[in-house]
T-cell receptor, first 110, second 114 residues
Framework: DAGVIQSPRHEVTEMGQEVTLRCKPI?????LFWYRQTMMRGLELLIY????????DSGMPEDRFSAKMPNASFSTLKIQPSEPRDSAVYFC????????FGPGTRLTVL | GNSVTQMEGPVTLSEEAFLTINCTYT??????LFWYVQYPGEGLQLLLK?????DKGSNKGFEATYRKETTSFHLEKGSVQVSDSAVYFC?????????????FGTGTRLTVIP
């Protein structure tokens, strides 16, 4: 996961609050992915971008979730309003055939 | 469609035991196949890969052979160590026009005891 930076590493918030997760990918990769991991559902692809353009957001659970990639070196995943069932580890990854994952953000919504 | 089915866990082995984690896939074209490993508190990292039939991927003593006839990519290691305790994910990728995402299995948790 060297080079893919995610922040914050841990986030605890209350239901109804807005949450923004950030990803700073390795340079030189045109594709960026957001995943969610839970014990119940495993690893789920939420959305991915090619050249900063969203290609497939069919995995985004509902309208409360949104993702942006304003440039090649930054992406955000926003949840507004957050709910307890959003509690999970969220990963950002880059790459094409082989993906490089960040360390993840552990989100807890109380 | 594309999908990956891997062996249910958890798997618990003694140190130096032989490991096999089964993985089978369904794909519409000619996928590349991967094994990723996730150590506690970390993101996934690539363990090994194979891009065409009969290729063998290997790394850190782990091996997997791309078997097109059985649509399988089983992970093996001859002698596991405590440090191999992790969750292992089988995955496939079909690079199509505008689509290059990975399809992951559900993961298999391995615990190796001394």
């Amino acid at each position: 996961d060297a080079g893919v930076i995610q922040s914050p590493r841990h986030e605890v918030t209350e239901m109804g609050q807005e949450v923004t997760l950030r990803c700073k990918p390795i340079s030189g990769h045109n594709s960026l992915f957001w995943y969610r991991q839970t014990m119940m559902r495993g690893l789920e692809l939420l959305i991915y971008f090619n050249n900063n353009v969203p290609i497939d957001d069919s995995g985004m659970p509902e309208d409360r979730f949104s993702a942006k990639m304003p440039n090649a070196s930054f992406s955000t995943l926003k949840i507004q309003p957050s709910e307890p069932r959003d509690s999970a580890v969220y990963f950002c990854a880059v790459g094409r055939n082989e993906q490089f994952f960040g360390p993840g953000t552990r989100l807890t919504v109380l | 469609g594309n999908s990956v089915t891997q062996m249910e866990g958890p798997v618990t082995l003694s140190e130096e035991a032989f490991l096999t984690i089964n993985c089978t896939y369904t794909a519409t074209g000619y996928p590349s196949l991967f094994w990723y490993v996730q150590y506690p508190g970390e993101g996934l990292q690539l363990l090994l890969k194979a891009t065409k039939a009969d290729d063998k991927g290997s790394n850190k003593g782990f091996e997997a052979t791309y078997r097109k006839e059985t649509t399988s990519f089983h992970l093996e290691k001859g002698s596991v160590q405590v440090s191999d305790s992790a969750v292992y994910f089988c995955a496939l990728s079909e690079v199509e026009t505008g689509a290059n995402n990975l399809f992951f299995g559900t993961g298999t948790r391995l615990t190796v005891i001394p």
